[in-house]
């Protein structure tokens, strides 16, 4: 199996991705990708209090994260890999040749427009996305597997539903 | 005899949770006892988890309330929650919280707010049952 979801999540580990990605994908582990967690060990305690015992959460920063992916995409188990932010995300299609990515969570905060109900963007953010596109990564929003990917170009248009 | 004037009103504890959890737990409690008011409803729409962390702090403090109840373990409230309960020290957190459970709390008139709700925990965690099918 592999890394089946790369995801930018500003909430990181919550319900969406333990319950509604990890259960119909069958995620038995969780790549977390954060500075700030991955220097301590309360967060990255209570990151993992809240999966369940079958899943595994792996911390690293985004310099680390770089030699760590190929070895979470060779794993036998599936998993998913969550960034916090677009700049950490963008790292990793920079440097680990991420293809595609999923916006699936960034929310509300002042210089921000909302773009879709679970995604807010400030301009620089909108131009992060563009330049993940531009650099060859597919990127979508949706932040539950049963929701309608949205494309970068609607998303950004704010002619999605 | 007591009456619904003896109910206690004060709020005593925030509900957070997904979508509109707490509103809808505490429209039911309230419908099924009439002590709906000591439980604070907080939504969490479109916040990330600096916000979601700051609004469940302020409602606590304003309301003077040391107790919160969440639905899910790995939900962004439960999260926010716990950070705030590493300063807060006399402050409760119960996770996995369903109906029962609230139920429980609002009626422990007797026992301090965090008292009551490791009590309610305990009485929520044992008011789920399977029926039928060989159960």
Redesign the interface.
């Known amino acids: 199996m592999t890394i089946e979801l790369y995801r930018i999540d500003?909430?990181?580990?919550?319900?969406q991705?333990?319950?509604g990605w990890g259960q119909p994908l069958n995620i038995r582990f969780i790549v977390l990708v954060d500075d700030a967690v991955a220097a301590s060990d309360?967060e990255q305690e209570?990151?993992r209090?809240?999966?369940p015992p079958e899943m595994d959460v792996y911390f690293h920063t985004a310099s680390d994260a770089v030699a760590a992916i190929p070895r979470y995409r060779s794993d036998a188990r599936r998993g998913i890999l969550l960034t916090g932010d677009i700049a950490t995300m963008r790292r990793l299609v920079d440097d680990a040749g991420v293809l595609a990515v999923n916006v699936g969570g960034?929310?509300?905060?002042a210089g921000r427009t909302?773009r879709l109900?679970?995604v807010?963007l400030s301009p620089d953010e909108e131009s992060a996305l563009r330049q993940l596109a531009e650099q060859g990564a597919s990127v979508t929003a949706q932040d539950v597997p049963g929701a309608r990917p949205v494309a970068l170009g609607d998303l950004l248009s704010g002619s999605a539903p | 005899m007591s009456s619904d004037a003896d109910a206690p009103s004060a709020p005593r504890a925030i509900v957070a949770g997904h979508g509109d959890f707490a509103k809808g737990l505490v429209s039911a409690v309230e419908q099924i006892t009439g002590r709906g008011a000591q439980l604070i409803p907080v939504s969490v729409h479109q916040l990330g988890v600096e916000d979601i962390e700051a609004v469940l702090r302020a409602r606590m403090l304003e309301a003077g309330v040391r107790v919160i109840f969440t639905d899910l373990q790995a939900g962004s409230c439960t999260m926010a929650s716990r950070r705030i309960l590493r300063d807060m020290d006399d402050a409760v957190l119960v996770a996995g919280t369903n109906l029962p459970t609230l139920l429980d709390f609002v009626f422990a008139d007797g026992r301090s707010a965090p008292e009551a709700a490791r009590h309610a925990a305990d009485r929520g965690r044992a008011a789920i049952t399977v029926h039928g099918a060989g159960a």
């Open positions: 500003d909430r990181l580990i919550h319900g991705v333990v319950v309360w209570l990151y209090m809240g999966v960034i929310h509300s905060r909302q109900r679970y807010f």
